[in-house]
């Protein structure tokens, strides 16, 4: 029995949801986002709260069960209040800079590093710190990883990429000897 797919998810204030067919639909003024469940599991909409359940007693239908509503969840979040990761630039000469649909990143190579910003994504950066934010969960961590992954931290210096929020465990360098 999923724990995760017996929980209602309660619908935010401003946020219209239907069914259509087997697809969930949230509206939030312009923006839609659509979920396709594709019949895998069985969808009620009563008391402000969104219910999904099981269509048989199998263990693949009580996968897709808690699946399809934690994937549900984080629309709804993603409408309501937007998901947000921040990036931390260390290094000389190390920098980073946004000009219209294009982040610009020094990275200590011979060349600068522009990466296209995707649709549905806002790139802010603040000194040494870059911000991204969107309404889908998958797709701000997906480019968070992709920018992280030009330059990983490494573990003498710290130099690198790295989430603000992530530990380098450090090495100590080589010892000078006798």
Do not use: C
């Not at 259509?20 to 599991?41: C, N």
């Amino acid at each position: 029995m999923s724990r995760v797919g017996k929980e209602p998810i309660a619908i935010p204030s401003g946020v219209e949801v239907s069914v259509d067919g087997s697809v969930l639909v949230a509206k939030k003024g312009k923006l839609e986002k659509r979920l396709d469940t594709h019949g895998r599991v069985v969808i009620a909409i009563e008391d402000n709260q969104v219910k999904l359940s099981r269509l048989d007693e199998t263990k693949q239908s009580s996968a897709f069960w808690g699946t399809y509503r934690a994937l549900f969840n984080n629309v709804l979040i993603g409408l309501d209040k937007g998901f947000k990761k921040s990036l931390e630039i260390n290094g000389v000469g190390y920098r980073a800079a946004v000009s219209g649909k294009t982040l610009e990143l020094q990275l200590g190579f011979s060349h600068p590093v522009n990466f296209d910003i995707p649709e549905g994504i806002d790139i802010k950066v603040e000194k040494n710190i870059i911000h991204i934010e969107g309404t889908d969960k998958q797709q701000v961590g997906q480019v968070a990883a992709v920018i992280r992954g030009f330059r990983p931290p490494e573990p003498y210096k710290g130099k690198g990429v790295k989430y603000t929020d992530e530990v380098i465990i450090r090495k100590a360098g080589k010892a000078a000897g006798k």
